[in-house]
């Protein structure tokens, strides 16, 4: 089972002078050369001085007056900073006749890389014959082998659950080759679906074309993450790769930014027929401005590529209506395949593992600071807040009062700003430091339900407090808080690995009751302790249920998902392993 697709790359200039502009590493060339117009494309290898090679298929294309268009193709391996085209593309005045429009000339190159070597950056993480333990399937892209766990990429991707786990005769070898792609891509590839930061502006492309031929979900998400927030390409080449690669968010992203007549032009493609449906929409229902601000409508009258814009959606609106049916027969279709497959009895497990991973809790602890000044002036019943700090998505503070001629010493825990019932079970210890190596300390259990103090009412008496603790009208207070168990703080989770995920899993890790499927060589090539846990000689190595304890089951999510490569650390992350 293969499937082969090649890259594609498009470059457009208008040229209002006959001369060499360079896009990146390619570029386009023309000359006036015995009366003829010379038409080239040049490629330039990398500076590092090593050797390179770029196979490539190339069509030039020139457009002139009423639709007349010219074009030549051919096919040439680049093995050196070179120029290959054609010396008589065209006469000379046939191109100024039929081909120049008020001076300026529209030419196309488009280029197919088939295959490339020396462009390559360094790798970060390895797939070679190192990996062989980590790994149960051996992977071949052009003669170079990817040692690779089947379950891993099948919990990643449709097409390789289909064709390493599914019933083709690819399921059953230790060897399986993969026709089409570029190893250097397949391994960036690779690296991005193993949670490394393997993404940048030269490979982001050939990532996206693999992870579009084999339906990667989180490399989706991530290479649209990088082209959102990092990267410098252009807005009409995020919004060529936003359309060819189905990536919704930096579409509507690109969208927002073409605001002017002249942002419309920058983005149209040589052919309006390959603008992606939305955008004609979105450019119908909006006003766009040149010198002035002119609705659409008066646009279309004085812009011919406007106008083709209106056509088009006219051509698109008669279609959706044609097919609308059709989609409405076959979704109900599939909602009956749906509830067939619902229907499907789950095999119970017989096995039951009772033993527990004996591991030191990962304790969630933090320590709150405050320096309260003007102490001796406090106004009786007057709650006073140290700084609020944020530990563990969980907001608390130090909080002190004079009560009944006592210093009274809280701690403050609020619940998230969502309505959603929450509950923090704590263990406080209460600490002011005096001159001379005083101190006070107190200790307590409380279950937080709602925003609110807990403490110590008579923590001091005031004149004590006064005179032993106060350093020149200051007072330093210290909270030791552990979290002990919480709910109702936890953030939404990306990736799924519950019993959903049974098929792509080979045990069962418990914690704290949550059970999480996942696969034994997947963690231990992630983890030392996995490794030993999972693979060595502990009894746990043998159980299809393993019980972790000391850990909270919402940290435990998020650490896998950011294991399997998800994007979910925020400021509150926090990792075990």
């Known amino acids: 089972m293969t499937r082969s697709q090649q890259r594609a790359l498009t470059i457009k200039l208008i040229l209002l002078k006959i001369h060499q502009i360079s896009t990146n590493r390619l570029c386009i060339e023309l000359k006036r050369l015995n009366e003829h117009l010379a038409y080239y494309l040049h490629i330039r290898g990398p500076e590092n001085g090593i050797k390179w090679s770029v196979e490539t298929k190339v069509e030039f294309k020139v457009y002139g007056q009423n639709k007349k268009s010219k074009a030549h193709t051919f096919d040439y391996r680049y093995e050196k900073d070179e120029g290959c085209g054609y010396p008589d593309f065209l006469e000379w005045e046939e191109m100024k006749k039929e081909y120049l429009i008020d001076g300026s000339l529209t030419v196309e190159a488009h280029v197919q890389l088939i295959e490339s070597s020396g462009f390559s950056k360094e790798k970060i993480r390895k797939f070679d014959e190192s990996n062989k333990d980590d790994s149960d399937v051996i992977l071949v892209v052009n003669k170079k082998e990817f040692y690779v766990l089947r379950k891993f990429l099948a919990a990643q991707s449709s097409f390789f659950k289909a064709l390493l786990l599914g019933n083709f005769a690819e399921s059953k070898k230790l060897k399986v080759t993969l026709t089409g792609i570029d190893p250097d891509d397949f391994h960036y590839f690779l690296e991005v679906l193993y949670g490394e930061l393997a993404i940048d502006e030269n490979n982001v492309e050939g990532i996206l074309l693999l992870v579009d031929m084999y339906d990667a979900k989180t490399a989706t998400r991530r290479c649209e993450n990088f082209l959102l927030k990092e990267s410098k390409k252009s807005l009409k080449k995020k919004l060529e790769m936003a359309t060819r690669y189905h990536l919704e968010n930096l579409k509507n992203n690109c969208m927002e930014k073409i605001k002017t007549k002249e942002d419309v032009r920058s983005v149209l493609p040589a052919n309006i027929n390959d603008l992606d449906h939305n955008i004609f929409f979105y450019m119908s229902d909006n006003e766009f401005t040149g010198s002035e601000t002119l609705p659409i409508d008066l646009l279309l009258e004085k812009d011919p590529i406007l106008k083709q814009i209106e056509l088009k ?152 407090m006064k005179n032993e603790y106060l350093v020149d009208g200051k007072l330093t207070v210290e909270a030791h808080v552990q979290l002990i168990e919480s709910s109702g703080f936890s953030k939404e989770k990306i990736r799924k690995f519950d019993e959903s995920n049974k098929d792509d899993s080979d045990v069962v890790l418990v914690v704290n009751k949550k059970e999480f499927y996942v696969l034994r060589k997947y963690l231990a090539a992630q983890s030392s302790f996995f490794k030993a846990l999972l693979l060595g000689d502990s009894a746990e190595s043998k159980k299809p249920k393993v019980t972790l304890a000391g850990i909270d089951p919402d940290d435990f999510h998020y650490f896998l998902e950011v294991l399997h490569g998800e994007l979910a650390i925020d400021e509150d992350a926090r990792t075990f392993f």
Request: proline residues 3%.
């Open 313 to 464: 959606i006219d051509a698109i609106t008669e279609k959706l209506a044609e097919h609308g049916q059709k989609f409405n027969e076959i979704s109900d279709k599939l909602q009956s395949i749906e509830n067939l497959t619902a229907k499907i009895s789950k095999i119970d497990e017989d096995v039951e593992a009772k033993d527990t991973v004996p591991k030191q809790a990962a304790e969630k602890s933090f320590i709150l600071k405050h320096v309260f000044e003007n102490v001796e002036h406090f106004v009786k019943g007057r709650s006073y807040e140290g700084g609020s700090e944020n530990h563990f998505n969980v907001v608390s503070c130090i909080a002190l009062q004079r009560l009944n001629d006592h210093l009274a010493c809280f701690v403050s825990i609020r619940g998230p700003k969502e309505e959603v019932k929450w509950e923090v079970e704590t263990k406080v210890d209460i600490k002011i430091d005096g001159p001379n190596q005083i101190s006070k300390a107190e200790s307590c259990n409380h279950c937080f339900e709602k925003n609110e103090g807990w403490g110590f009412p008579k923590f001091l008496e005031w004149e004590e």
